[in-house]
């Protein structure tokens, strides 16, 4: 079992609905981050949030919408995706901001788009 | 300047044998290597790290082997079991980017 929880496991949507994926951890971390993951690929990062405040975009599109409720929960807020957006989004956190700090990530929603 | 080259891209290794994957990088403000092992279904799993000031970091079967000057590091697993089957990504980060770099991955299969 990890330490970063993930919500829901399995996601199918429609292009035009709204989603939201949630995470959450009770480790104290002070920096959360959304990676999205393509089949036999490495994860990509999208998002960082540093003491609960957007650090890094990654030039995501802005129909992915990412918010830090509070310094344990991070929610990602979908709408109008693409079929190109099915993919595992992972969630991941970490003590501090600094990347030289272990990152520990959940298992993931696997998402697809209709 | 950014990538992590990593390879085999695939391996197949018998019961009990070694196991070594490779990796390198060309920042040298890279200050934190980490691998991450991944089953099918479930997120990276943190495997072991090390940073620069080290040249080898033991865990078990498995052991990182790094070389500052060739900048490059290595993952030995000893005794591969059927169960160490998974996906291994060696990392990187450090320097200005808040960011882990990533390298491309090496599916590792163990027959038993």
């Known amino acids: 079992d990890t330490e970063v929880t993930q919500t829901p496991k399995h996601l199918v949507m429609g292009m035009t609905n709204k989603k939201s994926l949630k995470c959450e951890q009770h480790m104290g971390h002070r920096a959360m981050y959304w990676y999205k993951q393509k089949a036999k690929k490495p994860p990509e990062l999208m998002f960082v949030y540093s003491y609960e405040k957007l650090s890094i975009n990654e030039s995501v599109p802005s129909r992915f919408s990412p918010e830090c409720p509070n310094s344990s929960l991070l929610n990602l807020h979908l709408h109008a995706l693409q079929p190109e957006d099915s993919a595992l989004y992972l969630c991941a956190s970490s003590a501090s901001p600094y990347s030289n700090q272990p990152q520990h990530f959940g298992d993931g929603t696997r998402l697809s788009i209709l | ?112």
């Open chain 2, 1 to 112: 300047q950014q990538q992590v080259k990593q390879s085999p891209q695939s391996l197949i290794v018998q019961k009990g044998g070694i196991s070594i994957i490779n990796c390198a990088y060309e920042n040298t403000a890279f200050d934190y290597f980490p691998w991450y092992q991944q089953f099918p279904g479930k997120g990276p799993a943190l495997l072991i790290a090390i940073r620069p000031d080290v040249s080898e970091k033991k865990e078990g079967r498995f052991t990182i082997s790094f070389n500052k000057s060739a900048k490059q590091f290595s993952l030995h697993i000893m005794d591969s079991q059927p169960g160490d089957s998974a996906t291994y990504f060696c990392a990187a980060s450090g320097g200005r980017d808040d960011k882990i770099i990533f390298g491309k991955g090496t599916r590792l299969h163990i027959l038993p």
